[in-house]
């Protein structure tokens, strides 16, 4: 098991920027990769961000270069940095960790933080 506690989110103008942090606990060693998804209000859970081995990022192709992750290392903390938010960015935002043991793959998540960007 692996658990995920999420901070940071809140609300934020357009243009503005925030951080979003995440640090797993528990059987973190079966952890491969980590990153953040978000869900808007009628929509289906999307991919933002991932990273593995805290070095080998993937983006979202409508967050790029505006988003940037970090960590997914040794550390098992996963942060987001989010900047020139824009209203469609609004949503929940979880935290994801994929495990892989032998035969096994399988994700936790975050119970969600709310990020509202006003226009």
């Known amino acids: 098991q692996v658990q995920l506690v999420e901070s940071g989110g809140g609300l934020v103008q357009a243009g503005g920027s925030l951080r979003l942090s995440c640090a797993a606990s528990g059987n973190v060693f079966s952890i491969h990769s980590m990153g953040w998804y978000r869900q808007a209000p009628g929509k289906k859970r999307e991919l933002v961000a991932t990273i593995t081995g805290g070095e080998n990022s993937v983006y979202a192709d409508s967050v790029k270069g505006r988003f940037t992750i970090s960590g997914g290392d040794a550390k098992n903390t996963v942060a987001l940095q989010m900047y020139a938010l824009k209203s469609e960015d609004t949503a929940v935002y979880y935290c994801?960790?994929?495990?892989?043991?032998?035969?096994?793959?399988?994700?936790?998540w975050g119970q969600g933080t709310q990020v509202t960007v006003s226009s």
């Open positions: 994801n960790a994929e495990t892989r043991t032998p035969g096994r793959i399988k994700d936790y």
